[in-house]
């Protein structure tokens, strides 16, 4: 059996972090068994889909790194629905219901006050011929519902471990409205059917909707997928994950200049009693996917940790990984450069910050009472092609020369080089600032624009 999960969003918004950590795992499910992931594109709300949040969607999984190996549109399989529908109708699997939203909330109401589940009754399966033709006359289109076995209905789910779904406790579900338009339960089954869905990897959410899902499948002929529902996310609080970050549009936490990977390496592991690592590449975090490390308590989703794991999947970034980033910066693509400023980064980005105290234009600090010493320090500059040792040369001469020692002798060096206290080793920024800009900075020359 060949592996195929898929992702379903329904392209009427923008994708959260919650619906990543349902593609990742549907991802890393399926690349972790060699077989194949699949984007579906819920889009038979055809009022509320657009192709603009397709396309976000599809950036979104391309920014994740999530390739999908197949992609289809729910909207091009109505032909497909409409077969299965009829079929089930024609097996009295689907039967025609008259009752408007009113009449159905009255019942509810009718069976709760005595104290009863409020299941639907299937009234209109005991409509007469004439009531029906009463209803039509009267302008009234039927809903449509699946009628359930009345049977439970038990899988192994691969999270959840053995579920049972008592369906004579649950109302037969419409699945098409009064309006004609499908609701999601036999499309997805259709769908993940007619592709072949080996693995159904989603939400809790939607347990309930699964046994009657198998019911379908099986009324259809399909192979009943094997299930894994896995917990929701909440904030790091336990409320909803209404509230920074975890609110935010993939797209805007893009922006925000997390990597990929310190998102994915997270959303990975929340909800795993295992620990969270700064993971570099896809294939390692393959490697170490085990949907049966997945726990059934929330999980929860803390910003700061995105944080502190962006910065750290940074420190550890190998350079041939940021080389061609650094390249499109116009940065220096030397592994020296890389490992020099890395550890100061908590964001890509930041290496723009670096390259400003490098090129500048630097403002140089430098504060009355260190002016002779910077003054001695402009002397003793080692002349011509700086490298990598001509700091500790430079600082170790003006160490013996002055007596100054510790952060007495960096750090006027350091504000006077870079106008700042604090940034990558001087060792490292020295050779990169250069002969020139070092003397005129010692000088106290403030840079232009132009010059940087
Ligand atoms: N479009 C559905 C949703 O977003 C898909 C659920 C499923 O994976 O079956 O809830």
Redesign the pocket.
């Given at each position: 059996m060949t592996v195929r999960t898929?992702?379903?969003?329904?392209p009427t918004g923008l994708l959260h972090v919650g619906n990543a950590r349902?593609a990742l795992f549907c991802y890393l499910f399926a690349k972790g068994q060699s077989g194949q992931f699949i984007l579906r594109m819920?889009d038979t709300d055809e009022a509320r889909s657009t192709a603009e949040f397709a396309d976000a969607i599809k950036q979104d999984l391309a920014w994740l790194g999530l390739d999908y190996d197949e992609t289809f549109k729910q909207s091009e399989h109505f032909d497909k629905y409409q077969a299965a529908f009829e079929d089930l109708k024609a097996r009295g699997l689907v039967y025609a219901c008259y009752e408007t939203p009113d009449e159905l909330e009255r019942k509810r109401k009718r069976q709760l006050s005595r104290g009863l589940p409020p299941v639907y009754d299937r009234a209109a399966l005991q409509l007469s011929a004439d009531q029906i033709a009463a209803y039509e006359a009267e302008g009234r289109t039927p809903h449509y519902r699946f009628k359930l076995s009345g049977q439970p209905i038990i899988w192994d789910d691969m999270v959840r471990g053995e579920q049972k779904i008592e369906t004579a406790s649950l109302s037969d579900p419409v699945i098409r409205r009064a309006d004609g338009s499908w609701l999601?339960t036999l499309p997805?089954v259709v769908d993940d059917i007619d592709a072949k869905i080996s693995h159904?990897i989603?939400?809790e959410d939607?347990v309930t909707?699964s046994g009657a899902q198998i019911e379908i499948i099986e009324a259809l002929g399909g192979t009943v997928p094997v299930f894994a529902h896995f917990s929701l996310m909440l904030a790091a609080d336990g409320g909803a994950l209404s509230k920074r970050l975890g609110s935010l549009s993939l797209g805007d936490i893009r922006q925000s200049g997390v990597e990929p990977m310190a998102l994915n390496s997270l959303i990975a592991r929340l909800g795993t009693a295992d620990p969270v690592e700064p993971v570099q590449t896809m294939a390692q975090l393959i490697d170490g996917f085990d949907m049966s490390r997945l726990g059934r308590a929330p999980a929860r989703f803390d910003a700061e940790d995105v944080t502190r794991l962006n910065a750290r999947i940074l420190h550890e970034m190998p350079h041939e990984t940021a080389a061609p980033r650094l390249a499109d910066m116009g940065a220096p693509e030397a592994a020296e450069f890389w490992d020099g400023i890395k550890g100061n980064l908590t964001r890509f980005s930041d290496v723009q910050d670096i390259l400003r105290l490098i090129n500048g234009p630097v403002t140089p600090v430098i504060e009355e009472a260190d002016k002779d010493y910077i003054a001695a320090a402009l002397e003793a500059l080692p002349q011509g092609d700086l490298d990598e040792a001509s700091w500790s040369q430079w600082t170790q001469s003006l160490k013996e020369s002055t007596g100054r020692k510790g952060r007495a002798l960096f750090m006027p060096l350091r504000q006077a080089l870079t106008g700042q206290a604090h940034g990558p080793e001087m060792q490292h920024l020295l050779p990169l600032i250069g002969y020139d800009k070092a003397v005129a900075r010692l000088q106290g020359r403030e840079e232009s624009q132009a010059e940087g």
């Open positions: 898929r992702f379903a969003p329904s349902a819920d999601y997805s159904v989603r939400g939607h909707n």
